[in-house]
């Protein structure tokens, strides 16, 4: 069962992913970031590889795409927040598109 | 090149899509239709093939996807509006939804 992320432990997560371009959403605790790829099939072709990542983790993101970009919100059902889960798929996620 | 859906042509498409759950944009000339499957594997399955089609289409949806639900609106950008691409867009990801 995931866990919320709070005081320090949440503040430390968020600079790291504020470092990469996570930014946390308004009035939400929640976290999103704006992917921008070559093309379609760049940005499609990365979220292929995410949704493969995602159903593995049990930890699905919501986003949209238009053309060639794919906009992300993370945030933890069960834990009504940010929660390590989200963390682990940003850095994923940073990882598969860099 | 795209042209603009106008007049009967328009009617008749609307009317078509509007029986398998297509429905008109508040405020702007488009098309949108919620897709529900059983879980996310299949949602994101399905927007792979979608995808597949957009691209040999050239024709790419909006959409958005939290979990086993895709928010889906259409329109083409060269007409500021609906036009044929559309409509066929919009009849290929019902036939590979049902």
Redesign the interface.
């Known amino acids: 069962m995931a866990e919320k992320l709070e005081g320090a432990a949440r503040a430390e997560a968020l600079t790291t992913l504020g470092e990469s371009g996570w930014a946390e959403v308004d009035g939400r605790d929640a976290i999103h970031k704006t992917f921008v790829f070559k093309n ?2 760049r940005a ?1 072709g990365w ?2 590889q995410v ?1 493969i990542v ?2 593995k983790m049990d930890h ?1 993101p ?6 060639k970009t794919v906009e992300v919100t993370l945030a933890t059902h069960d834990v009504d927040g940010l929660s390590a889960l989200d963390v682990t798929l940003a850095a994923k996620m940073d990882r598969l598109a860099s």
């Open positions: 379609f099939t499609f979220m292929t949704a995602a159903e699905h919501e986003w949209s795409n238009v053309y």
